[in-house]
């Protein structure tokens, strides 16, 4: 079967490279933090037009020292997508905060209106998410955050390399979090992720949260915990960043010839790219109220696919003792609907998608 993320043939491709990377490290002796991890944050940073990068462990991490650094505190409500990763949900409730969940267009981003709907005086911030490497709408989300005094996060996890309007996918709110797991087009080989902001002071809480609390002074300000990049992990990903632009062009590429694919088939909706955005494609995610069928049929002839999220965040058991979980998930019809609907097509830089294609045309 074709493979839905070709990582064998991404290292092929940059084998001496990433190998030679690896190497270097191990003979410098410096596993954790040193020269490779300050280069990845410094690119990172110009590369996304974020002044401060910090690396940390995982994604996940990363919205939980996003959240610490903004000052979280036990029963505060955060607003999320309702159709999304669960780490964007469960980074507020490890943190002792209330997620409230909105929901979504078609186009899979949080409905500001929806934002809006959920606003309460408990109400601290709204976590965006750039679902499948669209960014959110930013311009109307700051709208209604100024209007309540709301901060924004962006959980870029799934968009860097994407733009909104000429501006860097983790650049665009309050401070971003992004995660770089191995699937994603700029991947490590193992968890690692980072926090994104144009604020110092955040920054430097970041940085602080992530190495259990310890300031400039070298002394324990406040309770953190243990988060850092492995140095490894930095070095393969500043040979990826060599890569990353032709890749993703090559799943923007990828992304046409599905288009054309499914534009012959009513019974398929394909992704809608807001004006001003360009998506980096980290899935690309059809619809079809015939989903099971038509996965069966696909698998018939040796093409993957995957669903992502198949139950809205607000239905899942590990927030059913929230009290309003129940109340938003009644009113979020997208994220319900598009949960039952929503598949993913392979999409890497790796993936014949021609191939892909006369193998579809088969059975449609």
Same mark, same amino acid.
């Given at each position: 079967?074709?493979?839905?993320?070709?990582?064998?043939?991404?290292?092929?491709?940059?084998?001496?490279?990433?190998?030679?990377?690896?190497?270097?490290?191990?003979?410098?002796?410096?596993?954790?933090?040193?020269?490779?991890?300050?280069?990845?944050?410094?690119?990172?940073?110009?590369?996304?037009?974020?002044?401060?990068?910090?690396?940390?462990?995982? @994604?996940?991490?990363?919205?939980?020292?996003?959240?610490?650094?903004?000052?979280?505190?036990? @029963?505060?409500?955060?607003?999320?997508?309702?159709?999304?990763?669960?780490?964007?949900?469960?980074?507020?409730?490890?943190?002792?905060?209330?997620?409230?969940?909105?929901?979504?267009?078609?186009?899979?981003?949080?409905?500001?209106?929806?934002?809006?709907? &959920?606003?309460?005086?408990?109400?601290?911030?709204?976590?965006?998410?750039?679902?499948?490497?669209?960014?959110?709408?930013?311009?109307?989300?700051?709208?209604?955050?100024?209007?309540?005094?709301?901060?924004?996060?962006?959980?870029? *996890?799934?968009?860097?390399?994407?733009l909104q309007n000429g501006k860097g996918a983790g650049s665009l709110a309050t401070i971003a979090a992004t995660s770089f797991y191995p699937t994603k087009p700029f991947g490590a080989y193992g968890d690692a992720g980072a926090v994104l902001t144009a604020d110092e002071h955040l920054a430097s809480q970041v940085r602080k949260f992530a190495s259990h609390g310890r300031n400039a002074e070298?002394? =324990?300000?406040?309770?953190?915990?243990?988060?850092?990049?492995?140095?490894?992990? *930095?070095?393969?990903?500043?040979?990826? &960043?060599?890569?990353?632009?032709?890749?993703?062009? *090559?799943?923007?590429?990828?992304?046409?010839?599905?288009?054309?694919?499914?534009?012959?088939?009513?019974?398929?909706?394909?992704?809608?790219?807001?004006?001003?955005?360009?998506?980096?494609?980290?899935?690309?995610?059809?619809?079809?109220?015939? &989903?099971?069928?038509?996965?069966?049929?696909?698998?018939?002839?040796?093409?993957?696919?995957?669903? =992502? =999220?198949?139950?809205?965040?607000?239905?899942?058991?590990?927030? *059913?003792?929230?009290?309003?979980?129940?109340?938003?998930?009644?009113?979020?019809?997208?994220? =319900?609907?598009?949960?039952?609907?929503?598949?993913?097509?392979?999409?890497?830089?790796?993936?014949?998608?021609?191939?892909?294609? &006369?193998?579809?045309?088969?059975?449609?």
């Amino acid at each position: 079967m074709i493979p839905f993320v070709n990582l064998s043939a991404q290292y092929k491709a940059y084998k001496d490279e990433i190998d030679s990377a690896i190497i270097s490290v191990l003979e410098s002796g410096s596993l954790i933090g040193g020269a490779e991890v300050q280069k990845f944050e410094e690119n990172l940073a110009m590369d996304t037009g974020a002044p401060y990068a910090v690396s940390c462990a995982s @994604g996940t991490s990363a919205l939980c020292l996003a959240l610490a650094a903004l000052g979280l505190t036990p @029963g505060d409500e955060v607003i999320v997508p309702d159709f999304t990763f669960a780490a964007t949900a469960d980074a507020v409730a490890l943190l002792g905060g209330i997620p409230r969940f909105a929901d979504i267009g078609d186009d899979f981003l949080i409905s500001p209106l929806s934002v809006e709907e &959920r606003i309460s005086p408990k109400t601290v911030g709204i976590i965006a998410v750039d679902l499948f490497g669209q960014c959110a709408n930013y311009a109307e989300l700051k709208s209604i955050a100024s209007k309540h005094g709301l901060w924004i996060l962006e959980d870029a *996890a799934q968009s860097i390399g994407a733009l909104q309007n000429g501006k860097g996918a983790g650049s665009l709110a309050t401070i971003a979090a992004t995660s770089f797991y191995p699937t994603k087009p700029f991947g490590a080989y193992g968890d690692a992720g980072a926090v994104l902001t144009a604020d110092e002071h955040l920054a430097s809480q970041v940085r602080k949260f992530a190495s259990h609390g310890r300031n400039a002074e070298d002394r =324990y300000a406040t309770v953190g915990t243990n988060s850092r990049l492995d140095a490894i992990q *930095a070095a393969i990903l500043n040979v990826k &960043r060599n890569h990353l632009e032709k890749e993703i062009l *090559a799943r923007q590429q990828n992304a046409e010839l599905y288009n054309k694919l499914f534009s012959h088939f009513p019974k398929f909706k394909t992704p809608s790219i807001a004006k001003g955005n360009s998506s980096i494609f980290a899935q690309y995610a059809v619809t079809s109220k015939d &989903r099971e069928n038509v996965i069966q049929k696909f698998s018939e002839v040796g093409v993957p696919t995957r669903i =992502y =999220y198949n139950s809205p965040l607000s239905a899942e058991p590990c927030f *059913a003792h929230l009290k309003t979980a129940a109340s938003d998930a009644h009113a979020n019809f997208n994220a =319900y609907r598009l949960s039952k609907e929503v598949f993913c097509m392979p999409i890497d830089a790796f993936t014949d998608v021609l191939e892909i294609s &006369r193998k579809i045309k088969s059975v449609l």
